[in-house]
């Protein structure tokens, strides 16, 4: 099994700027997964965000590109995400996401393994 951990939500001003970190563990993790982030806004669908291959290949959504930045250190086995000129509609909680294929994919059925999330605020 794997277990995905976030920590580094919070409540932040419109502007301003957070690190949200995910440390993976498991006997069966693997730093050839891809790693991804996906967010929840209240009364909405899980969207995707952001997602890194093992070799540090990035994908974002489009209303992401240019604020948010992802990351891994596979001697960690950590993903970040850098999120900067946050608005208050980024608000929601974020997920931590591991895929056992090397493959990228913003579809969150295709995505094996889910942390609990971490809640985001952003005040205007």
């Known amino acids: 099994q794997v277990q995905l951990v976030e920590s580094g939500g919070g409540l932040v001003q419109a502007g301003g700027s957070l690190r949200l970190s995910c440390a993976a563990s498991?006997?069966?993790?693997?730093?050839?997964?891809?790693m991804g982030w996906f967010r929840q806004a209240p009364g909405k669908e899980r969207e995707f965000v952001a997602a890194?291959?093992?070799?540090?290949?990035?994908t974002y959504a489009d209303s992401m590109k240019g604020r948010f930045t992802i990351s891994r250190d596979n001697a960690k086995n950590t993903v970040y995400l850098q999120m900067n000129s946050l608005k208050p509609e980024d608000t929601a909680v974020y997920y931590c996401?591991?895929?056992?294929?090397?493959?990228?994919?913003?579809?969150?059925?295709?995505?094996?393994?889910w942390g609990q999330g971490t809640q985001v605020t952003v005040s205007s």
């Open positions: 996401a591991a895929r056992t294929s090397r493959v990228l994919t913003t579809n969150t059925l295709f995505w094996n393994y």
């Open positions: 498991g006997r069966t993790f693997s730093s050839s997964y891809a």
């Open positions: 890194i291959s093992w070799s540090s290949g990035t």
